[in-house]
């Protein structure tokens, strides 16, 4: 890092940090949170006060080293205070996600044999009360807001104001006590657990240390040249890895300031008034944003929608050139359109998703549409990718300013090793590694190998430039008969990025070629079918027009024309496909709830189709049982067309587009 | 009839048996004495008594045209009753003014949101708090001096009362673009910006889904719980009446047919007949 002086190598826990912090740039605001329609603020000496209060409150109700306390509730400054006050004790804040459910939430508390809670409110200490009856060993519940408590008659509930006096007490009559718990911290002592939502069984308790959460922070820092006077806005759950990263352990590396909504409804307002600099989300947050503008602008006045229409074309002609600083690509006049377009259309639409200063955003965690990704970078906000997982800190891959690219996640970072497996598992060692699993040595050895690889679970490769790029999850992956990797989920993604497809499920696995089959949107179909006057019955019909089949080739063909360009994936590009007579439904088991493809029942379910796609046939007959809504069963019967698509000759070194 | 399922969970485990003592209910502080009401030849009410209690939630219920809003309407002076007396604590009015009932502690709301559409939520909060404001209007034209101390401690108050109702995200959006539920709710917000004594609701759970009932469930009863407002409501939802009020009167055709608790009200042979239908 780049703090001149060299009090890093002292602070090599969270509450040392924290106590740099206050006596390196104790004036300087630690952390800001909205409350009665003002901004307040605690400066890092403050917030220090507050922590050694806290600390040593939960001391006065016999809070010991190496004990757990779980916080639940939204982001507020207590509630990490909460955390550091743990940490200072040498105990193990345990963040819950504040929208589980209280049988979720037991099974946490009782593996992680939590005593001490710190929460945000009512709601929260509702939840914990009902556990309470089947987990007795939750001795003390600490509340932030005290609205609605006030009659509860429960001597285990305590205010956080009532937490710190008993802390200052404390603190008056053992004054070396304090420190002297900060002094006995290691910086290979368990920081904190988070606990893994599991799609599959119980969650799992990740064990962090200090060292592994504090090296993954500068390593961040450093890639990025985060400082002390950047601003980020906490509102993703803190029980989440890429929350506990971002606004708490970077920013006690760093010593930025983390700013806290006044609610979750509010973020699109305080991210307009705080104007933060750096900015991390999934996916999903992006394109809710992106909905927003869309929605708002069609409301527009008409001379304002063609300004904006006029002016996204050229973002989206030069925008990301321009970005990644490629001007010499970028004609004069592009230039000059693209500069009167900034004043315009994209400084203000910056401004008004809360933009206007961002330096760096974030988002992974899931694919990303390429028309999604492109817009932000086009109207200026520098949208990068980043790839890890909560057992790496989140610090695997990350991609550098100006060297984006769509469909890969970046180089390995500094100080990160990557493998790639036989069977073409991505395998990391970073210095964000976990220590463990809690009390789960099983699945520890299960994810780290005996020479201390993580194992991902994700299958990727390395590109031409060195950029990892993911394809699917492991176990999905397979061959096709030549050798080439069959990635169907890359496939599949791909696919659904047009808005026409709705569904895909790609076969190719042990034969020869790729193949798939495509649902495609009925809203979206639908609509471009009236515009050119077919007149349809419904999806059946709809599907097997050739009309529909010629807008699905297309789409395949750039699928095609795309795989094409990657040298490992090339051979698996769509030789044939079909339309389904029927959308995938998880009432018939073809989709999860979640909405994900059960590729093995569904080509169980249509071996006949599946056959036909691989024997060359030009169309299939089948008949199939579907379940109604009401549960009656009845039966579907139609004739499938199946079309080839056109492949495009993998290009080995081709220069990256 | 709608005995529906409760459309609000019960109050917290805590909430049961601290209820009724926490919230001290004390002396009669409303009470109105044989009035009658006609319009023409109609009668809207007829030698209707009953009194409210401090700090209680007093439900008035009925059918449609049994006269409940008109009772309101009577008790914040929008009407003046031919017959009868009201008595607001322990002073005695033959009529009540609407200006004089707001300076002596009774705010209300109204059937048909009665808000300022294209102000901000913000503005519509603050004019509810236009009795508190001590400077003349030229300062408060001028924003100068005294007048921008007192802007700020208003602007304060409202802001816990934003807090309190929830309210944060639409802070500075007009109240005509808000959805009706939330609509709603700054009318209870304006209405407690008075920091009135008495609170009138007149249906403010009406035209609501069984959620955006339940949150205003649980602010009402907050309201009388963190404030010890005094609460006087009329509802139709009769899950509601019975699980938040603590005292029931009973309205048909302009005479009160009941009065006591849910309970009591349930069972009285003349107010299942009128309202609730034959019980099954």
């Known amino acids: 890092m780049s703090q001149p002086g060299g009090t890093d190598a002292v602070a090599d826990t969270f509450p040392r940090l924290l106590q740099h912090h206050a006596a390196v740039r104790g004036d300087r605001t630690a952390i800001r949170e909205k409350d009665l329609g003002i901004w307040l603020s605690w400066t890092w000496r403050e917030v220090a006060d507050e922590v050694r209060a806290a600390a040593c409150g939960l001391a006065a109700l016999g809070f010991k080293r190496g004990m757990t306390l779980a916080v639940v509730g939204d982001n507020r400054p207590r509630l990490y205070w909460s955390m550091a006050a743990t940490q200072a004790l040498g105990g193990i804040p345990v963040p819950l996600y504040q929208d589980a459910i209280a049988q979720e939430m037991l099974f946490v508390l009782e593996n992680a044999e939590v005593e001490f809670a710190v929460v945000e409110d009512q709601e929260q200490v509702d939840k914990l009360l009902e556990i309470r009856a089947k987990y007795p060993r939750l001795k003390h519940i600490i509340y932030d807001d005290a609205r609605g408590l006030r009659n509860y008659p429960n001597p285990e509930l305590l205010s956080f104001d ?15 006590f304090y420190q002297g718990e900060i002094d006995r911290g290691q910086h290979d002592d368990t920081a904190v657990m988070l606990y893994t939502s599991g799609t599959t069984g119980n969650p799992k308790g990740v064990c962090h240390t200090h060292s592994s959460l504090i ?19 906490s509102y993703l759950p803190m029980a989440w890895v890429g929350d506990h990263l971002f606004s708490y352990a970077q920013a006690l590396v760093a010593g930025f300031c983390v700013n806290c909504p006044e609610s979750s409804e509010t973020v699109p307002i305080d991210l307009r008034e705080i ?11 992006f394109e809710n944003l992106l909905t927003t503008v869309m929605i708002r602008m069609e409301d527009a006045a008409r001379f304002k929608q063609r300004l904006f229409h006029y002016f996204m074309a050229v973002a989206k002609r030069c925008g990301a050139k321009i970005m990644d600083g490629r001007t010499a690509e970028v004609s004069l006049g592009d230039r000059l359109q693209y500069f009167i377009g900034d004043l315009l259309v994209y400084g203000p639409l910056r401004n008004v998703l809360g933009m206007s200063r961002i330096r760096v955003a974030y988002t992974g965690g899931a694919a990303i549409g390429p028309d999604l990704f492109d817009f932000y970078r086009s109207i200026g906000v520098n949208l990068k990718q980043l790839y890890g997982q909560t057992e790496t800190g989140v610090y695997v891959c990350k991609q550098p300013n ?56 994700d299958a990727g490769f390395f590109d031409r430039d060195g950029d990892l790029k993911i394809i699917d999850r492991a176990k999905d992956v397979g061959k096709l008969k030549d050798g080439t990797l069959f990635a169907p989920q890359y496939i599949e993604n791909k696919l659904k990025f047009f808005p026409h497809i709705k569904e895909a499920v790609a076969f190719g696995h042990d034969r020869e070629m790729c193949t798939a089959f495509i649902n495609v949107d009925l809203g979206s179909v639908g609509n471009w079918a009236e515009r050119r006057g077919i007149a349809y019955s419904g999806y059946t019909d709809l599907a097997q027009r050739d009309a529909v089949y010629d807008l699905v080739q297309e789409c395949v063909e750039k699928v095609n024309r795309d795989l094409a360009t990657d040298a490992q994936l090339g051979n698996s590009q769509i030789r044939r496909f079909l339309v389904l007579h029927k959308e995938l439904d998880a009432d018939d088991g073809e989709l999860t709830r979640t909405r994900k493809v059960r590729r093995g029942f569904i080509a169980e379910r249509y071996a006949q189709l599946v056959n036909a796609l691989f024997a060359g046939d030009t169309h299939c007959e089948i008949e199939g049982q579907i379940k109604f809504e009401d549960g009656r069963t009845g039966t579907i019967r139609a004739d499938v067309k199946i079309r080839d698509a056109k492949t495009f000759p993998v290009v080995e070194a081709r220069k990256a587009a | 009839m709608s005995a529906s399922p409760h459309p609000n969970p019960p109050p917290p485990a805590a909430g049961e048996g601290a209820h009724n003592g926490a919230r001290r209910i004390g002396d009669v502080l409303l009470s109105v004495e044989n009035i009658s009401l006609a319009f023409g030849g109609v009668k809207a009410l007829t030698d209707i008594s009953f009194d409210v209690r ?38 005695t009015f033959t009529s009540m003014a609407p200006h004089k009932a707001a300076t002596m502690g009774i705010a209300r709301t109204f059937q048909n949101i009665a808000l300022f559409k294209g ?48 309210i944060e995200s639409v802070r500075k959006t007009p109240v005509g673009r808000l ?68 005292r029931v009167v009973v309205l048909d055709y302009g005479k009160k047919i009941g009065d006591g608790t849910p309970d009591d ?8 007949d009128a309202y609730l239908g034959v019980s099954h």
Not at chain 2, 61 to 66: E, K, Q, R, V
């Open chain 1, 215 to 233: 090296a993954a922070a500068r390593g961040d820092i450093a890639f990025d040249g985060f400082t002390a006077q950047d601003e980020v806005l």
């Open chain 2, 54 to 91: 401090e700090h209680e939630i007093r439900a008035i219920i009925g059918p449609n045209g049994a006269g409940k809003s008109s009772m309101l309407n009577c008790i914040n002076g929008v009407y003046t009753p031919q017959q009868g007396r009201i008595r607001f604590d322990g002073q």
């Open chain 2, 179 to 246: 959805p009706y539920g939330v609509q709603k709710r700054v009318e209870l917000g304006r209405a407690l910006a008075a920091e009135p004594r008495l609170l009138l609701l007149d249906e403010p759970m009406a035209g609501m889904n069984i959620e955006e009932k339940q949150d205003m469930c649980r602010f009402v009863l907050d309201v009388n719980d963190e404030f010890g407002t005094t609460i006087v409501l009329i509802e139709h939802d009769m899950g509601v009446v019975m699980d938040i009020s603590d």
């Open chain 1, 162 to 176: 009532r937490l710190q006096e008993l802390g200052r007490e404390h603190d008056r009559a053992h004054p070396g």
């Open chain 1, 402 to 457: 100006g060297k984006v690219k769509l469909d890969t996640v970046g180089p390995p970072l500094p100080g990160v090793e990557i493998r790639i497996a036989d069977n073409g598992e991505v395998q990391v060692k970073s210095p964000g590694m976990l220590k463990e699993y809690y009390k789960r040595p099983d699945a520890t050895a299960e994810s780290i190998t005996p020479d201390g690889w993580f194992m991902t679970g």
């Open chain 2, 265 to 272: 009200v349930r069972n009285n042979k003349a107010v299942i």
């Open chain 2, 119 to 166: 102000m901000s939520v913000l503005d519509n909060l603050m004019t509810g708090r236009n009795l508190k404001m001590r400077s003349n209007l030229l300062a408060q034209a001028f924003y100068v001096g005294p007048n921008r101390r007192e802007e700020l401690e208003q602007r304060e108050k409202v802001e816990h009362i934003i807090d309190f109702l929830q």
């Open chain 1, 275 to 285: 104007g933060p600099t750096y900015y991390f989300a999934p996916p999903r947050v």
